[in-house]
């Protein structure tokens, strides 16, 4: 059974391309979507690509996915830094957790520096600009166990030794 993904961006990002470009690059939301869903034709998956600047759509979106999605990729933008009803939301799901940051936050100002979303997720992904949705699909994928044969065996990661 193909693998089904629901990404999740939150408040400002529909404005990517023109809301600081210095910080974010040019590239659009809507060009990101686009990437990911050429992404998961080729690794044979579905995604669901979603944004809202409110917090309780979002929250309603990540309790949608629960039984219906193997995995959640997030940008939670500002809400990283404040939302608890995200945290909480995030984590009924059982499936990866995957946030997503397009600037490295951790390099940025004291109030843009700490995802407390981030205690939530399996891993998270920051500094790579949009190139970052790409890497989360496949590690959400690959730690899914479902890379397909014909993606290359680099791709599919280290086998642990037991």
Known sequence: MAAKIMILNGPNLNFLGIREPHIYGSTTLAEIEASCQQLAATLGITISFHESNLEGELVNWIQSAHGKFDAIIMNPAA???????????????????????????????????HSITST??????????PYGYIVAILAAVQKLGRLPDTIQAALHGLRTKV
Request: proline fraction near 2%.
């Open 120 to 129: 939530a997720s399996t891993a998270v992904i920051c500094g790579l600009g």
């Open 79 to 113: 809400y990283s830094f404040t939302s608890i009803a995200l945290i909480d939301a995030l984590k009924i799901f059982e499936g990866p957790k995957i946030e997503v940051h397009i600037s490295n936050i951790h390099a940025r100002d004291e109030l843009h520096r």
